[in-house]
């Protein structure tokens, strides 16, 4: 099993960046496709970015193409989503997800084993 902890959140006014981190501990990260996910009030958790084992490979939602950049230190079992020119909508609660079963950066939700708390980031206009 995989612990993640999640920080780096907070309030950042639009336009703001913020680099969230996720820490894991347990089990081999590097075995890990990670990615990162969002809820906002009333709306359902859905897809942000997306990284292989290696790194080598990214995905990410259109929302935040251009803007967000995930990435990993498979050394501090770490995996890092840097967030820049933030909107209001993008406020919401963070969270990062391990995958053991593929290689490959995935968007669905149930692809996911592990989960951490949740980090919120709130971007004031």
């Known amino acids: 099993q995989v612990q993640l902890v999640e920080s780096g959140g907070g309030l950042v006014q639009a336009g703001g960046s913020l680099r969230l981190s996720c820490a894991a501990s347990?089990?081999?990260?590097?075995?890990?496709?990670m990615g990162w996910f969002r809820q906002a009030p009333g709306k359902e958790r859905e897809f942000v970015a997306a990284i292989s084992r290696s790194g080598g490979s990214t995905y990410y939602a259109d929302s935040v193409k251009g803007r967000f950049t995930i990435s990993r230190d498979n050394g501090k079992s770490t995996v890092y989503l840097q967030m820049n020119s933030l909107t209001p909508e993008d406020t919401a609660v963070y969270y990062c997800?391990?995958?053991?079963?593929?290689?490959?950066?995935?968007?669905?939700?149930?692809?996911?084993?592990?989960w951490g708390q949740g980090t919120q980031v709130t971007v004031s206009s």
């Open positions: 347990g089990r081999t990260f590097s075995n890990y496709a």
């Open positions: 997800a391990a995958d053991r079963r593929a290689d490959i950066p995935r968007t669905a939700l149930w692809a996911y084993d592990y």
